[in-house]
């Protein structure tokens, strides 16, 4: 019960994480790449923390799944 919570939490947040990465990327960035212009740049600031924080809410989110499964066994 407890890990359903915590993976509808996780879950959610990770939603909310990504969809601000959509967010800040901006539409022209979205066409820019879509029209075969490759511009190579690094992440800075938020744009690397949402990011970074988006690989670790991945990670938890398959961790806790995994506890889930095996929780119920």
Sequence with gaps: ???NLLQIAVSL??????????K?????A???SMSGGSV???KRGLERTLF???IILVIVFIF?????VQAQR
């Design 13 to 22: 947040i990770l939603i909310l994480v990504v969809l601000l990465q959509v």
């Design 40 to 42: 190579y740049r690094t």
């Design 52 to 54: 970074q924080a988006t």
């Design 24 to 28: 800040g990327s901006g539409f022209g």
């Design 1 to 3: 019960m407890w890990f």
């Design 30 to 32: 979205a066409l820019g």
């Design 64 to 68: 806790v799944s995994f506890l889930s």
